[in-house]
Every structure is written in C-alpha cells, then in structure tokens.
C-alpha cells in the first residue's frame, strides 16, 4: 500500500501582465502571489504529513499559475525546486509540486518542469513537457526528452506526464508497458472551456466528460494508477454549483482531481471545481491482480498487441 494525497489547490494569480518596462507594483503583486501559493501548499503538506500520506501531489502551475505575458516569472537558476526539494524533507514527504516554468541556461527558452521529489529532498525524477497545449506553444518549448520511470521507496516504479500529455495513449504504453511504471502522476491545469466555443456549443460540460472518462481508461488499459491532479477554480471550501454558463475565454478551472485504478476506476475523486485534498491507498496487489487478469504488459512484451509501424 501507498498512501497518496491529492491537492486541488486554488493557484492565486492576480498579478496582471507586465508594463514596458515591468513596474514596481506588478513586481510585487508577482511575489505576494507566490507567497500566499507557498503558504497554502505548507498547510497543505502538514496536513498530509499529520494524515501519514507517503507521497503528496500539486496541480500544474502551482506556484503563479500560467505566466503567459509574464514570461519573466519564469526560473532561472532552479531555486523552485531547490525549495520544494527543501519542504519535501521539512514534511517527510514523497512530493510531486506540480510544475515549474524555468528558462534554460544554454537555448534561452522555456520548458514546463515537474519533478518527483522523495522525503530525503532527492529528486528521483524529472520531466519536461512534452505535448503543449495549444495556447503554450507560443511562449514555451516542447521538450523532447521522451519520458521515464524511477524506483520509489515504496518498492514502486512512477512515471509522470503534465495535463495534456494524458491525452496520448502512446505515453502510456512506453512507460508503463515498456518501462514497467505502475503508478503514473500527472499535474494539470484543466479548464472548462478548453474544448473551445465550438466544443461548449454541443456541450458545456465536454471538458468533464473527458476527464472523468479519461482517468480510468488510462489506468484499465494499462493496468496501472493513475493520478490526475488539476487546479481549484475555488478556494473556498463551501460547496457549490458548477458554472451555468461557460464562457469561451473566461478561465475557469475544473478540478476533477481522481486517483483511479483497475478493476474499481476512481478511488477517490474531488468531483468538483473547489480547493480540496483528497487522500487515498493505493493497493499495489491490485494492479498484480489486473496483470494476472488482463495479461496487457504479458502480450504488449510477447508481440501480441498491435504497434503501428510507419514507413516512407
């Protein structure tokens, strides 16, 4: 068994876009953003820590939500992590912090970065992300690393990918088909209207179908947990309506953060736009049990599940 809490954190980010040049007053704004986001997330770790979860969870952009326009937000020398490596030994914690946006040294560019972090602050695992959603691409670099899996202290391999990366089967497969990953994390940063206005005219809650169709799919078809860990629209801990209306180009984040695995789909769902932490465990004889059933990872090995092969 592994214990693993899920934070559907409000990101604060009222910090509006930069002036030519950058103001005094956005400056400030920026900082006082990551300072509130910093300390919901300690609150959020002594929580877990209190609950004795073994690995604890952000969403995507955690500390000021997404920069575009405010690109000079980006890190430049790794002292995000440094910190989060820094709170997941304070807590003692396994810490997946979401994710950082940070400026690389040699190309100049921006990459979206998480990290998984155990309770000692090593990081045992890092990735950038892959597949941008389609406003990022004007401003951030696709990484082209591929993805990978590392060995937990709980005797589990974990593979992460970030929000839009989930939508790609092919992911899947490589890390937990080829590689051997059982549990796969993914941070995202979900909206209601990101199915576009022609998508919210055939159905306003389109995003949610996919999501909550999504998440146990990957976790079936491979025969793995999967968590998903999206932002709060919400931080107010009242229960609420979702939106009547949603508004093509007004944020409105989704939640529907879900720890989902074979046999059972969700375990344990914030079925809601609000600020919450979730925990849950998870049983790794469970997914024995799936491979034992379903034989996915026995026949993807053996050649018998079809690969596309592409020629000119």
Same mark, same amino acid.
């Given at each position: ?6 934070v559907?954190?409000?990101v604060?980010d009222?910090?509006?876009?930069p ?14 953003d990551?300072?509130?986001?910093l300390k919901t ?10 609950q ?9 952009y955690?500390l000021?939500g997404?920069?575009s326009?405010?690109e000079?937000?980006?890190d430049?020398d790794?002292?995000y992590?440094?910190?989060f490596?820094e ?10 912090p979401?994710?950082i ?8 560019k921006l ?9 000692s602050?090593?990081?045992l695992?890092t990735?950038?992300k892959?597949h941008?959603?389609?406003?990022e691409?004007?401003?951030?670099t696709?990484?082209? *690393?591929g993805?990978k $899996?590392a060995?937990? +202290?709980?005797?589990? #391999?974990v !593979? %992460?990918?970030i929000?839009?990366?989930a939508?790609?089967p092919?992911?899947?497969?490589d890390?937990?088909?080829?590689h ?6 993914c ?9 576009g206005?022609k ?6 809650r ?7 169709s999504?998440?146990p799919t ?9 968590v ?5 629209n919400?931080?107010?801990a009242?229960p ?22 074979p ?9 809601h ?5 979730l925990?849950?465990e998870?049983?790794l004889?469970?997914i024995? *049990?799936?491979?034992? $059933?379903y034989k996915? +990872?026995r026949?993807? #090995?053996? !050649? %018998?599940?079809?690969?596309a092969t592409?020629?000119s």
């Amino acid at each position: 068994m592994v214990k693993v809490a899920i934070v559907q954190l409000c990101v604060v980010d009222k910090a509006a876009p930069p002036t030519q040049p950058l103001s005094i007053q956005q400056d400030t704004d920026a900082k006082r953003d990551l300072a509130t986001n910093l300390k919901t997330i300690e609150r959020f770790l002594g929580q877990a820590k209190e609950q004795q979860a073994d690995i604890v969870v952000f969403p995507e952009y955690s500390l000021f939500g997404v920069i575009s326009g405010r690109e000079h937000l980006a890190d430049t020398d790794k002292s995000y992590v440094k910190l989060f490596q820094e709170l997941a030994q304070k807590y003692q914690v396994d810490l997946v912090p979401g994710t950082i946006v940070e400026k690389d040294k040699e190309d100049g560019k921006l990459y979206n970065y998480t990290y998984y972090i155990d309770k000692s602050g090593e990081i045992l695992l890092t990735y950038a992300k892959y597949h941008l959603w389609h406003p990022e691409r004007d401003y951030m670099t696709a990484s082209k *690393d591929g993805y990978k $899996v590392a060995q937990t +202290r709980h005797g589990i #391999k974990v !593979g %992460l990918c970030i929000c839009w990366d989930a939508i790609a089967p092919e992911i899947f497969r490589d890390m937990c088909l080829e590689h051997g990953a059982q549990l796969i994390i993914c941070p995202a940063y979900w909206t209601f209207d990101d199915c576009g206005e022609k998508g919210l005219r055939h159905n306003t809650r389109s995003e949610m179908l996919l999501l909550n169709s999504l998440c146990p799919t990957r976790a079936i078809e491979n025969n793995c947990a999967f968590v998903f860990v999206n932002a709060a629209n919400n931080a107010s801990a009242t229960p609420g309506e979702d939106p009547e209306e949603v508004q093509y180009g007004v944020e409105h984040l989704l939640g529907r953060s879900q720890i989902c695995v074979p046999f059972k789909g969700a375990i344990g769902k914030c079925d809601h736009d609000r600020q919450a932490m979730l925990i849950r465990e998870v049983d790794l004889d469970l997914i024995h *049990d799936a491979e034992d $059933v379903y034989k996915i +990872r026995r026949d993807w #090995k053996d !050649g %018998l599940i079809y690969r596309a092969t592409h020629t000119s």
